[in-house]
């Protein structure tokens, strides 16, 4: 079961792993004409109502498929105004085919007969609304009809994630839908699952396509896409300035930083973007915690951890801090480890190395499947996610795996781990956490890539913080 948000995902990520969209356009038009054929009608009246969308491209593909039995294609709208090229591209092709096509600039020039075989391929996944015209006509055409209708993907005009159908929508006889079957068909009692060649690692492997998640409203205002707040430093000052600089070169509105007073200046020395907050002391520590609290309320992702160190007390507050906290977290480096002996209602992506991850309990592994079992068993036991870096990162809940490959061994240098951090406290401020960390690992792998591009050797964190928004606008290394 995949919803239409996860399929446009999966859809993209396979044609970035090579298998190439006309293709998946082929296998789909090809399973719904054997669907046709299946009927075993003896030459049988067949029409084909295609919309302008890939909706419409697997129909005219069926079509040609189906170009034996001279079925009549009618095309919703002016060949100009078809949205793909790989739907006009087929387009093409049934008119070089010759094959019989009505161009619908107008509903009232639509006239379908009494075909016995109708293939609707008027609207698919990317319908938003009620059907407009001449879509909606074309729907009431379709079931006034006594024919057998086969929808393509989805009945056109029904909500696939919900099985809502806000206006008309087409009651088919038969749905023909790709790669998995949808939230919304659930009720429908003849669908037909078709595989159209999009691997399995389409889906586990994360892609280009994970940034569809990032897309932004254009009304956004200040704040829509996240506050973060930097818990972090006292040993170490750099971590947290480049945590925070991640965490707003990935698209959070607002970093701020608390961090002991001693180097409050030193990590606000690094960047004029960030929010800069001193504690008392030399360390964190529990006096602390209050205070880290207060600050937290107002934020929608805290980021625990970087350059904090592991000194008594400050692993005291860490765990007084998340059995007080209840909202979203990034727990990194030294804080890891202070989680497997607290209960907390707090939701966290936890971003271990390989090291702190055997802290955990995780056990280590000869290959990244075994890396992948044993991850998934330690993110189950602690109810949280677990974003396990390595060659490949491993993404985890204990329920869903996803594995991200981009990244390279230059990105052993020290402060990437920061940098992820930042960038998942973004991510993490929209998303679910599998899928905010899914994102944070491709995007910081991304930026290590395209940074080490123009390099080569001596990559530095503070390198990705300059990559980061092209990796976000979808540049690939
Ligand atoms: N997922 C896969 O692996 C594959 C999916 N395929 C097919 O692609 C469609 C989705 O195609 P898309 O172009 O995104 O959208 P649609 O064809 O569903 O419709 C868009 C089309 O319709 C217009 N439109 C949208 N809402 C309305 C409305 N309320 N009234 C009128 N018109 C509307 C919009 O303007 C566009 O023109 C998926 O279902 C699969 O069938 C691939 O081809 C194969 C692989
Ligand atoms: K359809």
Do not use: C
Request: without cysteine; aromatic residues 2%; proline residues 6%.
């Amino acid at each position: 079961m995949i919803d239409s948000t996860e399929m446009a995902i999966v859809d993209r990520n396979a044609v970035a792993l090579g298998v190439r969209e006309t293709n998946l356009m082929e296998s789909a038009g090809n399973a719904v004409a054997r669907a046709v054929r299946d009927l075993d009608l003896d030459t049988p009246e067949i029409a084909v109502l295609a919309g302008r969308g890939n909706n419409g491209g697997d129909a005219l593909t069926a079509a040609r498929f189906l170009a034996d039995l001279n079925p009549t294609v009618h095309l919703l709208g002016h060949p100009d105004r078809i949205r793909s090229a790989v739907t006009r591209e087929k387009y093409d092709a049934l008119q070089s085919a010759e094959v019989a096509t009505n161009v619908i600039r107008d509903a009232s020039a639509l006239s379908i007969g009494e075909p016995e075989v109708i293939i609707d391929g008027v609207l698919g996944t990317g319908v938003s609304g009620t059907p407009r015209e001449p879509e909606r006509t074309a729907i009431q055409a379709i079931n006034d009809t006594e024919a057998t209708v086969i929808s393509v993907d989805v009945p056109s005009g029904m909500d696939v994630d919900t099985g809502e159908r806000p206006g008309v929508s087409v009651v088919a006889d038969q749905i023909i839908t790709f790669h998995d079957t949808k939230p919304g068909l659930a009720d429908h009692e003849n669908v037909t699952v078709a595989n159209i060649g999009i691997p399995p690692a389409a889906e586990r492997f994360t892609g280009p396509g994970d940034l569809q998640r990032l897309t932004r409203p254009t009304d956004a205002h200040k704040g829509d896409f996240g506050r973060v707040l930097v818990v972090g430093g006292g040993p170490y000052t750099g971590a947290p300035a480049l945590a925070a600089q991640a965490a707003l070169r990935a698209g959070a509105d607002l970093a701020t930083v608390l961090t002991p007073e001693p180097v409050a200046d030193q990590v606000q020395g690094f960047s004029e973007d960030l929010i800069v907050r001193g504690l008392p002391g030399a360390r964190i520590e529990p006096t602390h915690v209050s205070t880290i609290l207060e600050a937290a309320a107002d934020q929608d992702v805290l980021i625990l951890g970087p350059g904090l160190g592991a000194a008594d007390p400050t692993r005291e507050a860490v765990g007084q801090l998340l059995e007080a906290y209840e909202g979203k977290a990034v727990v990194d480096a030294d804080a890891i480890s202070v989680v497997s002996a607290v209960e907390t209602d707090a939701s966290l992506i936890l971003t271990p190395h390989r090291g702190e991850f055997e802290g955990l309990g995780g056990e280590s592994a000869d290959d990244r499947d075994g890396w992948a079992t044993s991850a998934g068993r330690v993110a189950a036991d602690l109810g949280q996610t677990l974003l396990l870096k390595g060659p490949h990162d491993v993404i985890t809940d204990g329920d869903r795996t996803r594995i991200n490959r981009t990244g390279n061994p230059g990105m052993t240098v020290g402060g990437t781990g920061d940098v992820l951090a930042g960038v998942t406290g973004a991510t993490f401020a929209t998303l679910d956490p599998v899928p905010a960390a899914a994102v944070a690992a491709y995007l910081t792998g991304m930026a290590g890539d395209l940074a080490a591009e123009s390099r080569n050797g001596g990559l530095l964190a503070s390198d990705l913080l300059g990559t980061l928004p092209s990796a976000l606008g979808g540049e690939q290394a």
